[in-house]
């Protein structure tokens, strides 16, 4: 078994390689991407050595910043999905469509939760507040999201990066909807919870996350294994199947019928998906500094 | 001092030789103090004075970009001054572990009380058992207290049970007072011991005469009992508003949206938010902060004290 260090935002995580914690492979999304490649802390990785690596959707590899010297890349992408809201059925009455506004819904103050990071919720407060995510740095996307997030903090519970913590919740009846990941409602489905994984009028936040080796990486080949395994059709089987992500090796996809993949809000045509929601751009770091910054400030009650 | 030992070593032509370091050791008294301090003064050299001092440097940073700003500027002390954010969470910091300190003292008085001076046999014994939940993982406390408040926790689900209450009491968990409640317990053990420390020390005696010239027991205790237990009540104080004050896993995980203390912050400026320099800055204000606060209270109970004697 590798020895995983897990960390409430990826965020997080570079900011304690940054420190001088050095890991083998670590797990970054395609929003962060390009800003975590100009730290200088990772190595390319060379796909002749990966031998999933012909199955892999290439759509999902040609991201912004990922390309590297020859035909090499910065991040091998492993999953993707939607951060959506998991609402209960049987106590959550939707009125009309199903939208983000159910996570702004006065009717269930103290009874919604959101994940802590801003890298999901500040991304959903500007698909709710309108803003296109090509304009997501201007001042004014800035003061708009902002408000709706200040609009929003006296309805929430708990601001959690557990997920565990929120599907508990939901599943006790303490919150009745709350955003989440595909995985969220796919397990509390699978206990019997009558959850609702929602597919928001506004379109959901998606993404690409993979996996990155650092540039001091002291067991390189065993990075390689761990990536190529990662990569590998049994994965994604498990991926998709248990925890309703989308995964990176095409192949994967074929256990599942159509009808399967649609409920899990998946398809083996990923930009489909990502293109029918948001998908998350990368941003600079002052963004992701003042972003950050401004919605922990919000999560404070300013 | 120097006379003395030139005529003792002429005295003892036989003596082993005595090297340099062996008489300078036996004649400098302060020399030997600071021997026998050494290891003591060299962690704390290493594991408080030079970390503090990066600490210090760090908060006169600013922070650019992925890195440092390394030019000297109080710019991150004018901004913890200036936005009311900083001010409100020391201030709810303090309100929080301030009432966890009255509520632990006030709860552990009692218990102390008794084993100092009803418990005649297998004291210590009594002791540890009240001192027992501290064996566990101060994480497992917090966790097993968010059990207990939960939604469907021990409370709302005994209450539920009873038909006291329909809905389970969200207020419990995600709350100051969830905060309050956990700190209130987590840290009993650092009111118990040094309030029973100094109840145990009580003349007896002082006691009787009290009782003797007429003072009934209420009138003994106010008048005897707990000017004397004073000392034991300000170091209760101090070893739990001290550390409750940054505390930061107990918010994070009870505390909820309204219940983040500046523990929660600071731990912020070094994770997400990426500001270390600001991260150092707010340390050393809530640092600054205790200090002033801990001169004053002490101030106004050496005053209590004087009044009283």
């Known amino acids: 078994m590798p020895n995983f260090a897990i960390f ?20 970054p999304c395609n929003q962060a991407l390009p800003r975590w490649v100009s730290t200088g802390l990772f190595q390319q990785i060379d796909t002749s050595r990966l031998s999933n690596w012909g199955n892999v959707i290439p759509e999902i590899i040609d991201l912004p910043g990922n390309a590297a010297d020859g035909g090499n890349v910065w991040m091998a992408p492993f999953d993707w999905g939607q951060t959506s809201v998991t609402y209960r059925t049987d106590l959550f009455e939707v009125e009309g469509e ?41 001042d004014e996307a800035f003061e708009k999201i902002a408000a709706v997030m200040r609009e ?7 601001y959690t990066d557990d997920t565990t913590t929120l599907e508990q919740a939901l599943s006790s009846g303490e919150l009745t909807a709350a955003m989440t990941w595909n995985s969220s409602a796919v397990l509390l489905q699978s206990e019997g919870i009558p959850v609702k994984f929602a ?40 991926m998709i199947g248990e925890w309703g992500y989308g995964h990176s090796n095409i192949k994967a996809f074929d256990k599942f019928d159509e009808a399967t993949l649609q409920g899990l809000g998946l398809s083996k045509r990923p930009f489909e998906i990502l293109e029918a929601g948001h998908f998350q751009q990368p941003q600079t770091q002052e963004w992701e500094t003042r972003m950050n910054e401004t919605f ?3 999560k404070a009650g300013f | 001092m120097t006379e003395t030992s030139v005529q003792t070593s002429a005295a003892e032509p036989a003596a082993k030789p005595v090297s340099r370091l062996e008489r300078l050791l036996y004649r400098s008294e302060a020399l030997r103090g600071y021997l026998l301090m050494s290891p003591t003064l060299l962690i704390m050299t290493i594991g408080i004075i030079v970390p503090f001092l990066i600490l210090v440097t760090m908060s006169l940073w600013t922070r650019d970009g992925f890195s440092f700003d390394a030019t ?49 046999r297998n004291k210590m014994m009594w002791i540890i058992l009240m001192t027992l939940p501290f064996w566990t993982s101060y994480l497992l406390r917090v966790f097993a207290w968010k059990v207990i408040l939960g939604y469907e926790g021990v409370i709302n689900s005994g209450l539920q ?67 004397l237990s004073m000392p034991g009540i300000i170091a209760a104080s101090f070893l739990i508003f001290i550390p409750t004050t940054g505390d930061y896993i107990t918010p994070a995980l009870l505390g909820g949206p309204d219940g983040a203390m500046i523990g929660n912050f600071i731990q912020l400026q070094f994770g997400a938010v990426n500001n270390w320099p600001m991260g150092a800055t707010l340390s050393i204000v809530l640092m600054l902060w205790i200090a002033a606060i801990a001169l004053v209270f002490l101030f106004i109970t050496r005053q209590a004290e004087r009044r009283v004697s």
């Not at chain 1, 929003?152 to 708990?158: D, E, G, K, N, S």
């Not at chain 1, 990155?212 to 294994?225: E, L, S």
């Not at chain 2, 003292?105 to 418990?119: E, G, K």
């Open chain 1, 296 to 298: 922990e400030q919000i």
């Open chain 1, 152 to 158: 929003q903090r006296p309805l929430i519970r708990v």
């Open chain 1, 199 to 238: 597919k928001p009028k506004e379109g959901a936040l998606t993404w690409v996350c993979g996996v990155v080796i650092h540039k001091d990486a002291p067991n390189v080949d065993r990075a390689y294994d761990v990536i190529d395994s990662l990569l590998s059709v049994q994965t994604g089987e498990f």
């Open chain 1, 8 to 27: 409430g935002g990826s965020e997080e995580a570079l900011t304690k390689m940054r420190g001088g914690f050095v890991v083998d492979v670590s797990h």
């Open chain 1, 98 to 138: 199903e939208s983000w506004d159910m996570l702004w819904d006065k009717r269930y103050a103290g009874k919604l939760g959101s994940l802590a990071s801003g890298a999901d919720a500040w991304w959903c407060g500007a698909i709710k507040a309108g803003v296109d995510f090509d304009d997501i740095a201007s």
């Open chain 2, 161 to 227: 049970g009873l038909g006291m209450i329909e809905e389970p009491l969200s207020f419990l968990l995600y709350s100051k007072s969830a905060v309050i409640i956990t700190l209130a317990h987590a840290w009993a053990a650092f009111a118990i011991l040094p309030l029973y420390v100094s109840l145990e020390k009580i003349d007896k005696s002082l006691l009787e005469a009290a009782t003797d010239l007429g003072d009934g027991p209420v009138a003994r205790f106010w008048r005897i009992t707990f000017p």
């Open chain 2, 72 to 120: 000297l500027t109080i710019a991150n002390y004018l901004r913890v001054w200036n936005e009311p954010i900083f001010g409100a969470l020391l201030r709810r910091s303090f309100w929080i572990s301030g009432v966890a300190t009255v509520a632990t003292v006030v709860l552990c008085y009692p218990m102390a009380y008794y084993v100092a001076f009803h418990v005649h």
